[in-house]
């Protein structure tokens, strides 16, 4: 009998499992795919001599988190890497946009576009280097987050910092005379699905932004996967259990306590605990019986909003990017949009069904960041772009919304034709390109639905104890011995570990710690 069955092996998944083998726990994780890692998982599907995440690729925030700090992985196995240059912005007629890890070189070549605006960020990330690890700690941390907020309240020097991270994106970036730095947020911003209008989408941008100059964008060394592999490894060292190919198709109760899980062979796996990392969906209307399900949360999962779907394409490339304009130094991170106005229309769009005509792209030079992923002078390419989660049209009118093979290769061909245009002859050097649509990206990962790669919406309303439903948020689910351990629980998305921790330590909250 295992203690705790832990359903999905993902980040959220193998911390809490970490963390709970840790406290003594014996601890069994079941993954339904034929590998771990979930959304943090590379292979070499494109080309044999290439290495591509199948998702999840820059991980700044797991650098930055507490959460994983604390389980030394790299006394396992992970080495990070980082590009020459952290984030770049190409433009056809003006060159580049860059941000450098150091503070001091962006903070000169934006003075070379506008006077001032280098002060600016050196004043930005100088409130940065003062609270900025606890503005993390909170972020990631179970809600609320007693200490972290309670030394940022004291913060009497860095309020007015702390409060323009509530601003809408649009608002904070006034603080800028010209248009590089602001770009460059607004890029980061777009990695949530929240509106530059909104109140608080300053907070997305200011996070990222500032964790690119504090650690740069970090990946794990021979693909996303080392990350993967370095917790499988810590949590097999304290005796936990992986098992993949393991499908969990019912999660049982009884009188409103767990019982264990049913594997889809049949097999019954019994459990004091069980820590679901699923989607809450999921979780309420297909693992649990109706009958175990609050009336409330029942009613939640009806009107339950998901973030937008992801459509991505890899590419294995002859040679390096043929940029028009060759960067100062070459970035790790890539966003490609026409400006920022662009970025908040594409958003529009995508919330209306509308599929853009020149969509954002976030993509990435892997080789450049990591020299493992492909032969010397090679590069290793791969780019996402988000879509609607329901389709009424599309602004190129090509797309019937299918998102079938013909549906797939023409918007991966929109894609590659956004780059041409940045790197005229890009084309020229493709020796082989995988799409993954919608339907491909929740087949590799049953928690991406359509795509979705949050969780869940991240708007405002989708937040703290609002998240997955006002009156269920966080890990408790109403039946005992059960946790939701995915984004979809507080804090949500992102390689930062915060939701299978907060579930962990909901676990020891209920069953404390057992004698090793």
Not at 235 to 248: A, D, N, Q
Not at 349 to 371: E, H, N, S
Request: with cysteine.
């Amino acid at each position: 009998m295992a203690n705790v069955v832990v359903v999905g092996s993902g980040p959220n998944g193998l911390v809490a499992a970490n963390y709970l083998a840790d406290a003594g726990h014996d601890v069994l994780v079941l993954e339904a795919q034929a590998h771990l890692g979930g959304a943090v998982s590379s292979d070499r599907g494109v080309h044999p001599d290439f290495v591509h995440d199948l998702a999840s690729t820059f991980h700044p925030l797991a650098a930055a988190s507490p959460i994983l700090a604390a389980l030394d992985l790299p006394d396992y196995g992970l080495v990070r890497t980082k590009a020459p240059a952290v984030l770049g912005h190409p433009h056809v007629r003006d060159g580049w946009f860059l941000q450098h890890e150091d503070v001091n070189e962006t903070a000169a070549g934006l003075d070379t576009l506008s006077s001032g605006d280098g002060e600016v960020l050196v004043r930005m990330w100088e409130h940065w280097q003062a609270v900025g690890d606890d503005i993390v700690r909170s972020l990631v941390s179970p809600f609320p987050p007693t200490k972290a907020t309670g030394r940022l309240l004291r913060s009497s020097r860095h309020r007015g910092f702390l409060g323009s991270l509530a601003l809408p994106l649009d608002m904070l970036v006034r603080q800028f005379s010209g248009p590089a730095y602001p770009t460059l947020l607004a890029g980061n911003a777009a990695h949530s699905d929240m509106s530059n209008r909104l109140p608080g989408s300053g907070l997305m941008a200011i996070v990222l932004t500032m964790l690119g100059h504090q650690t740069g964008f970090v990946v794990p060394r021979g693909g996303a996967q080392g990350l993967t592999d370095a917790l499988a490894a810590r949590l097999r060292s304290r005796g936990g259990e992986t098992r993949v190919s393991s499908e969990v198709t019912r999660i049982e109760s009884r009188a409103g306590v767990t019982t264990g899980v049913v594997l889809a062979s049949g097999e019954r796996c019994a459990a004091d605990a069980v820590v679901a990392c699923v989607s809450a969906p999921a979780l309420y209307q297909q693992l649990l019986d109706p009958s175990a399900v609050k009336p409330h949360i029942a009613r939640a999962m009806t009107r339950f909003e998901w973030d937008p779907g992801t459509f991505r394409v890899d590419w294995a490339l002859s040679g390096p990017i043929p940029w028009r304009h060759e960067p100062a130094a070459a970035p790790g991170t890539l966003h490609i949009a026409d400006s920022r106005a662009q970025m908040t229309q594409n958003l529009t769009a995508i919330r209306a069904g509308r599929v853009p005509l020149r969509p954002f792209i976030v993509a990435g030079q892997m080789t450049t960041t990591d020299a493992t992923r492909s032969p010397s002078g090679t590069e290793a390419v791969g780019a996402y772009t988000r879509i609607p989660q329901a389709f009424r049209s599309d602004d190129g009118a090509q797309l019937r919304g299918r998102w079938d093979s013909s549906d797939c290769e023409r918007f991966a061909d929109r894609l590659q034709q956004r780059l041409e245009e940045q790197a005229p002859g890009f084309s020229d050097r493709v020796l082989a390109r995988r799409v993954l649509g919608p339907k491909e990206l929740e087949q590799l990962n049953a928690n991406l639905v359509n795509g979705a790669i949050g969780g869940g919406t991240q708007r405002l309303r989708n937040q703290v104890f609002f998240r997955p439903n006002l009156g269920g948020a966080g890990p408790a689910t109403g039946v005992r011995g059960l946790f939701l351990g995915s984004a979809s629980a507080h804090p949500g998305g992102g390689v930062h570990g915060g939701p299978g921790h907060s579930a962990a330590l909901a676990v020891l909250a209920q069953f404390g710690r057992r004698s090793t």
